[in-house]
T-cell receptor, first 114, second 113 residues
């Protein structure tokens, strides 16, 4: 069990550029979540996958955001035409489908928009 | 909309003291609740998960309680150590099958050696 892995750890980009983050969940976990955390706040839910199916998206996830989980393994989160307000820590979590199982988080990707 | 509140926002205590962190939520129909710690610039480490049918859950020096009817959970830390310094977040989930978490803003805990 190597834990949830996120790449890159840090991303600095100019406003208007596209960025993509990757999350590798714990291998036997079917559920995968993306959250966003801004400074001084708790994480906010963005989207949720069970296997390869994206089952819920938050209203926070504008049409500039897209997430995929091909083959139900790793997931990517892409932000197009980045804006200053996208600066945040993007966190990925995974859990098994058994009832009442904890979510395990990666160390996140910190995005800074110049 | 479910809301989660954590009070106090910050807490400093001398090493060795016992302490309690508080969490309240507006929707009593929770499925379970997790407590996490977050070190600066890091992700979240799961500490305890307490199911809606449980009243308490213990792990080492940590004890979490849950009172659904009053919409409250507490995290008790015994014999605090400097290594306990971190931000503590509580996060209930309100849905069976999609256990997305709703987070409070956390309590920043500092243990003074």
């Amino acid at each position: 069990d190597t834990g949830v892995s996120q790449d890159p750890r840090h991303k600095i980009t100019k406003r208007g550029q596209n960025v993509t983050f990757r999350c590798d969940p714990i291998s036997e976990h079917n559920r995968l979540y993306w959250y966003r955390q801004t400074l001084g706040q708790g994480p906010e839910f963005l989207t949720y996958f069970q296997n390869e199916a994206q089952l819920e998206k938050s209203r926070l996830l504008s049409d500039r955001f897209s997430a995929e989980r091909p083959k139900g393994s790793f997931s990517t989160l892409e932000i197009q035409r980045t804006e200053q307000g996208d600066s945040a820590m993007y966190l990925c979590a995974s859990s098994s489908t058994y009832v009442n199982q904890p979510q395990h988080f990666g160390d996140g990707t910190r995005l800074s928009i110049l | 909309k479910q809301e989660v509140t954590q009070i106090p926002a910050a807490l400093s205590v001398p090493e060795g003291e016992n302490l309690v962190l508080n969490c309240s939520f507006t929707d009593s129909a929770i499925y379970n609740l997790q407590w996490f710690r977050q070190d600066p610039g890091k992700g979240l480490t799961s500490l305890l998960l307490i199911q809606s049918s449980q009243r308490e859950q213990t792990s080492g020096r940590l004890n979490a309680s849950l009172d659904k009817s009053s919409g409250r959970s507490t995290l008790y830390i015994a014999a605090s150590q400097p290594g306990d310094s971190a931000t503590y977040l509580c996060a209930p989930s309100f849905g069976f099958g999609n256990e997305k978490l709703t987070f409070g803003t956390g309590t920043r805990l500092t243990i003074i050696p």
